[in-house]
T-cell receptor
Framework: KAGVTQTPRYLIKTRGQQVTLSCSPISGHRSVSWYQQTPGQGLQFLFEYFSETQRNKGNFPGRFSGRQFSNSRSEMNVSTLELGDSALYLC?????????????FGEGSWLTVV | AQKITQTQPGMFVQEKEAVTLDCTYDTSDPSYGLFWYKQPSSGEMIFLIYQGSYDQQNATEGRYSLNFQKARKSANLVISASQLGDSAMYFCAMRELYGNQFYFGTGTSLTVIP
């Protein structure tokens, strides 16, 4: 069974540009969530989608957005990139939203903003 | 208040010895799930073990066990017979009943010494 797939794995962008990251969840998983990880802030929750609907959103500016498609694949977009957006972006999927539903992570997308 | 607290930024353990990584949590939900993840330097978050709040017995998965003390709100990870490949960051996480996001601690960096 294929795991969570994130693309691209590594990318370098210039300040002011925008970036789109993609995530394909484990087959059968309908929930996809996104996290930003930086050395200073640790793991921070961005948002979670379930059946194409955003169910929960973290405390990030509107430059960070996401969506989920009917096949459960998800994308996140960051517009007007800032140097502080440099981070590892992790996508995770789970079957649903019960407390016992484990989330499984992809390998992450390393974003560097210069 | 922090939902998940990991008070050990770094730990060292001799190969083949056991090590305990501490985790305390804060929630008022009657039902919740507790998780541990391992993150090697490659970045991927690897699920290790899960404990449900109503589980009577401590969870075990191979060399990993979770020492769950509900009254103290603690969910420590015990790794027995440490191996060099166990060197990584370890994150404790919680999912509450009424929420769709995971709360992560700041992590503990474990180094296994040969």
């Amino acid at each position: 069974k294929a795991g969570v797939t994130q693309t691209p794995r590594y990318l370098i962008k210039t300040r002011g540009q925008q970036v789109t990251l993609s995530c394909s969840p484990i087959s059968g998983h309908r929930s996809v969530s996104w996290y930003q990880q930086t050395p200073g802030q640790g793991l921070q929750f961005l948002f979670e989608y379930f059946s194409e609907t955003q169910r929960n959103k973290g405390n990030f500016p509107g430059r960070f957005s996401g969506r989920q498609f009917s096949n459960s694949r998800s994308e996140m977009n960051v517009s007007t990139l800032e140097l502080g957006d440099s981070a590892l972006y992790l996508c995770a999927s789970s079957i649903g939203g019960n407390t016992g539903n484990t989330i499984y992570f992809g390998e992450g997308s390393w974003l560097t903003v210069v | 208040a922090q939902k998940i607290t990991q008070t050990q930024p770094g730990m060292f353990v001799q190969e083949k010895e056991a090590v305990t990584l501490d985790c305390t949590y804060d929630t008022s939900d009657p039902s919740y799930g507790l998780f541990w993840y391992k993150q090697p330097s490659s970045g991927e978050m690897i699920f290790l073990i899960y404990q449900g709040s109503y589980d009577q017995q401590n969870a075990t998965e191979g060399r990993y066990s979770l020492n769950f003390q509900k009254a103290r709100k603690s969910a420590n990870l015990v790794i027995s017979a440490s191996q060099l490949g166990d060197s990584a960051m370890y994150f404790c996480a919680m999912r509450e009943l009424y929420g769709n996001q995971f709360y992560f601690g700041t992590g503990t960096s474990l180094t296994v010494i040969p």
